[in-house]
């Protein structure tokens, strides 16, 4: 007992740790950043090409347009479906608020549905549901990096934009995440799977029209240099962070791997609820459920170990979604694992050492459901 509490005070453990996670590639990353101040080509160059040209290649898409973050990836993607005022956007009420704020940005509203008990993904019955007349598009979330089976979703006749923001990389059989539904969209925000050094994102399709419109929004609504087809945005992704990308985007199989493989260990080890084992799952977040989440929580906190809450409110009791009128236990599995989730430290630079704290830590004061 006093070795472990020494221990605990002299390791802490992080939530994310991008330090550790780019310490091994630095050398890398900044050739490839010095090699595009030396071309000082920094908008729509080669660097972006390739890297759509990769990343498509890597999701199994014909296309990849890189944009300025996950966020307007799914703006611009719902945005060149058709999505516009007066339209119904089907989302899950447990995922981050960017998902349903592209909607809204567009004059959509969302139409919100609750998710899986056990996996914590979009309830599909509940969504098939909810789609109606106005309903233009439903936005699957593989959340945490859970691959969402979109199969039963593809034939009721409303297209399927994928959040796929936490899920680089995760495949099951026929199926990857982005490439199912009309489009995908990513985030390579900092602590996602696949992460720039700022802000940028992605989405793929293999909709010829779907590509064209979508690389037109990202740059001013250009047809050509100077004649503006549609009311466009500035939202591309810059050569520095695709020359980055390209380099992070060849480890990505071999990071997600790790990931898998402490999301075992904690499998194997933990005496509480684990999360469920969804085929093709690459680990985003490691969310654990618990009675007593706050307590434990805090706890962790003053032995030097962080964790997250995703999400501690769902999108129902947001007060910028009031207006969509959902009292609270209209979504009451959503709003049971707001209250019961824990997210763990998870990320290819986390140690043996620091992982074994974790599992000690937990299981000391952890009260399972
Ligand atoms: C991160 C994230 C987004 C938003 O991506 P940004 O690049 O931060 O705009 C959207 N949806 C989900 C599920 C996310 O995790």
């Given at each position: 007992?006093?070795?472990?509490v020494?221990r605990?005070?002299?390791l802490?453990?992080?939530f ?6 780019h ?9 490839a950043?010095?090699?595009v101040?030396e071309r000082s080509?920094f ?7 390739r890297f ?5 290649e ?6 990849c347009i890189g ?11 719902l945005?060149a479906l058709?999505?516009?005022?007066g339209d119904e956007?089907?989302l899950?009420?447990?995922?981050f608020?960017?998902t ?6 567009l ?5 919100l549905?609750?998710?899986?008990e056990e ?5 599909v019955?509940q ?6 007349p106005?309903t233009k ?11 969402v ?7 009721c006749?409303?297209?399927?934009i994928?959040?796929a923001a936490q899920?680089h990389?995760?495949?099951?059989l026929?199926?990857?995440?982005g490439a199912?539904?009309a ?5 390579f925000?900092?602590t996602k799977?696949l992460g720039?050094l700022?802000?940028g ?7 010829p ?8 929004l990202?740059n001013?609504?250009?047809?050509e ?8 945005y ?9 020359a980055?990308l ?7 199989d071999?990071r ?5 493989r402490?999301?075992?260990f904690?499998?194997?080890n933990l ?13 985003h977040l490691?969310?654990?459920?618990v009675?007593?989440?706050d307590a ?5 906190a003053?032995?030097?170990v962080?964790?997250?809450l ?5 999108l ?5 979604f009031?207006e969509l ?5 209209s979504?009451p599995?959503?709003?049971r ?18 992982q ?5 830590l937990v299981?000391r004061?952890?009260e399972?459901?």
């Amino acid at each position: 007992m006093a070795a472990n509490v020494t221990r605990s005070t002299t390791l802490r453990v992080p939530f994310v740790d991008l330090r550790a996670e780019h310490e091994s590639i630095r050398d890398s990353l900044e050739r490839a950043m010095s090699d595009v101040l030396e071309r000082s080509q920094f908008i729509l160059g080669e660097q972006l090409a390739r890297f759509e040209q990769q990343f498509a290649e890597y999701v199994g898409t014909r296309y990849c347009i890189g944009v300025s973050s996950g966020t307007e990836a799914l703006k611009l993607a719902l945005e060149a479906l058709g999505v516009g005022p007066g339209d119904e956007v089907i989302l899950p009420t447990n995922t981050f608020a960017a998902t349903a704020l592209a909607a809204c940005a567009l004059g959509a509203t969302p139409r919100l549905v609750d998710v899986c008990e056990e996996t914590a993904l979009l309830d599909v019955e509940q969504t098939l549901g909810a789609a109606g007349p106005r309903t233009k598009a439903i936005v699957p979330v593989h959340l945490f990096g859970r691959l969402v089976d979109c199969a039963p979703l593809l034939d009721c006749g409303v297209p399927l934009i994928e959040d796929a923001a936490q899920a680089h990389g995760a495949r099951y059989l026929d199926q990857s995440a982005g490439a199912q539904g009309a489009a995908g969209c990513f985030s390579f925000y900092p602590t996602k799977n696949l992460g720039a050094l700022g802000d940028g994102g992605a989405v793929v399709t293999s909709d010829p029209q779907l590509y064209e419109r979508i690389r037109q929004l990202r740059n001013y609504g250009q047809q050509e240099k100077y004649v503006h087809e549609t009311i466009g945005y500035n939202a591309r992704l810059d050569e520095i962070q695709a020359a980055v990308l390209l380099v992070k985007l060849r480890l990505l199989d071999s990071r997600n791997e790790v990931r898998r493989r402490i999301a075992q260990f904690y499998d194997q080890n933990l005496r509480v609820a684990t999360p469920p084992l969804v085929p093709g799952d690459v680990c985003h977040l490691y969310v654990i459920r618990v009675a007593n989440r706050d307590a434990l929580r805090e706890r962790l906190a003053e032995m030097g170990v962080e964790t997250g809450l995703h999400y501690p409110l769902p999108l129902h009791l947001q007060p910028c979604f009031a207006e969509l009128g959902h009292a609270r236990g209209s979504f009451p599995v959503a709003e049971r694992l707001a209250e019961q989730s824990l997210s763990l430290p998870m990320y290819p630079g986390l140690s043996r050492d620091q992982q074994e704290l974790v599992v000690e830590l937990v299981n000391r004061w952890a009260e399972p459901l």
